[in-house]
């Protein structure tokens, strides 16, 4: 049976009408139009679905929606401002720390709740809050340096 909740997503007001025992990634996905978000395993293991609830990071493919009913939201969609890219984005992109860019989403958003829980983590911090991220092209280590950079606000030559 279906039921109607208002989901807050990237600062707008979505109202859908679903089963509540649908996955938050496959609302986002298919009525929200919101495709950044990716599917991996289904089953919470890559955690290249996260998003930001109330800021924090949740595997959307296992959330479901009525969970997420009443919270923040954020998507990968959700993070730029004012046509800028976020801090993170920008480092990622300057560090090279994508590849085919299908685990970038939660990564990049796993990275933002770490970073706003704590502006300057270790490396073993930062390998920490991304270690359930799996990046099949193994770009680990561009990764930890876009982190890196992101965390010391260091911007790109020129």
């Not at 998003?51 to 009443?70: K, Y």
């Amino acid at each position: 049976m279906n039921e109607k909740f208002v989901l807050e997503v990237n600062g707008r007001a979505h109202r859908v009408e679903t089963d509540p025992r649908r996955s938050l990634l496959e609302v986002l996905r298919e009525d929200l139009k919101l495709t950044g978000t990716k599917y991996g395993c289904g089953e919470g293991q890559c955690r290249a679905c996260t998003v930001l609830l109330d800021g924090r990071p949740a595997v959307s493919c296992l959330t479901p929606v009525q969970a997420a009913a009443g919270k923040t939201i954020v998507t990968i969609e959700g993070l730029a401002r004012d046509g800028a890219l976020h801090p993170v984005q920008k480092a990622f992109a300057d560090e090279g720390a994508m590849q085919c860019g299908y685990c970038t989403p939660g990564m990049l958003l796993n990275a933002v709740a770490l970073l706003d829980r704590n502006p300057r983590p270790s490396d073993s911090q930062i390998v920490d809050a991304l270690n359930g991220n799996l990046c099949r092209c193994c770009g680990y280590p561009r990764i930890l340096a876009a982190v890196r950079r992101a965390a010391s606000g260091v911007q790109r030559a020129g």
